[in-house]
């Protein structure tokens, strides 16, 4: 079985050169990897994971930490984890890509759906109707006018499936935001890879190739445990 991966674990500058345009970002293990633009800077690891996890006193959230290795990056000026979620500004608004790697338990294995990796971000993906509805009028809700913009089941190969989900919310009563997701489980279906872009629907659209780019460099090579 593949070793599970820590928050402490790294980030791997693979290109080896001087000004390249890219930063190249791998799991522990070197099976999950993607690259962001190099003006594009790694946020502080315990606030993403108070931000993914919750408290780190609750043991649920000490054991999810335990079997998730997670980076985070953010093009804005003022690199913050709180931007996962959160615009920095409407003005100065930047996209912001979390990476997760989630070994699961025996019983998760049984369980994975392509629904599963859909919501394998955090964010209510794939609902059903009457979930949908009840979400959306719940006024302890910050999820609210759910758009789903394209959802795309990714061709198999060496055994690993995937999809990629782009899609729209407003979250606390702010701007529509703009989430491009992709997700991988892993050909001995023990991972699940996850790579999450937000920014606000207008800067999506003013950045869709840049972000594009992020979003078709996340690949996932695990073939067996």
Same mark, same amino acid.
């Given at each position: 079985?593949?070793?599970?991966?820590?928050?402490?674990?790294?980030?791997?500058?693979?290109? #080896? &050169?001087?000004?390249? !345009?890219?930063?190249?970002? +791998?799991?522990?293990?070197?099976?999950?990897?993607?690259?962001?633009?190099?003006?594009? +800077?790694?946020?502080?690891?315990?606030?993403?994971? $108070?931000?993914?996890?919750? *408290?780190?006193?609750?043991?649920?959230?000490?054991? !999810?930490?335990?079997?998730?290795?997670?980076?985070?990056?953010?093009?804005?000026?003022? =690199?913050?984890?709180?931007?996962?979620?959160? =615009? #920095?500004?409407?003005? /100065?608004? !930047?996209?912001?890509?979390?990476?997760?790697?989630?070994?699961?338990? =025996?019983?998760?294995?049984? /369980?994975?759906?392509? $629904?599963?990796?859909? $919501?394998?971000?955090?964010? =209510?993906?794939?609902?059903?109707?009457?979930? +949908?509805? !009840?979400?959306?009028?719940?006024?302890?809700?910050?999820?609210?006018?759910? /758009?789903?913009?394209? *959802?795309?089941?990714?061709?198999?190969? *060496?055994?690993?499936?995937?999809?990629?989900?782009?899609? $729209?919310?407003?979250?606390?009563?702010?701007?529509?935001?703009?989430?491009?997701?992709?997700?991988?489980?892993?050909? *001995?279906?023990?991972?699940?890879?996850?790579?999450?872009?937000? &920014?606000?629907?207008? &800067?999506?659209?003013?950045?869709?190739k840049e972000i594009d780019q992020v979003a078709q460099s996340f690949?996932?090579?695990?073939?067996?445990?």
């Amino acid at each position: 079985m593949v070793a599970v991966t820590t928050a402490s674990a790294l980030l791997t500058g693979l290109s #080896g &050169c001087a000004g390249s !345009q890219f930063t190249y970002v +791998r799991d522990d293990d070197g099976a999950t990897y993607f690259k962001v633009p190099s003006e594009w +800077r790694k946020v502080d690891q315990a606030s993403l994971d $108070n931000k993914v996890f919750g *408290d780190l006193q609750s043991e649920t959230a000490r054991l !999810q930490k335990q079997l998730t290795w997670t980076v985070g990056f953010d093009a804005h000026s003022r =690199p913050s984890a709180d931007h996962l979620l959160v =615009p #920095g500004s409407l003005v /100065e608004d !930047q996209p912001f890509v979390m990476a997760k790697v989630q070994t699961l338990t =025996p019983s998760q294995r049984n /369980e994975v759906s392509l $629904n599963v990796l859909r $919501n394998s971000s955090g964010l =209510p993906v794939a609902l059903s109707t009457e979930a +949908r509805q !009840q979400l959306e009028s719940s006024s302890a809700s910050p999820f609210k006018d759910f /758009e789903l913009l394209t *959802d795309q089941v990714l061709p198999v190969k *060496d055994g690993v499936r995937g999809i990629r989900a782009i899609f $729209n919310y407003r979250l606390l009563g702010g701007p529509v935001q703009t989430f491009d997701e992709t997700a991988y489980l892993s050909a *001995d279906g023990t991972h699940v890879s996850t790579l999450l872009i937000r &920014c606000t629907a207008a &800067c999506y659209r003013k950045r869709t190739k840049e972000i594009d780019q992020v979003a078709q460099s996340f690949k996932v090579k695990r073939l067996t445990s």
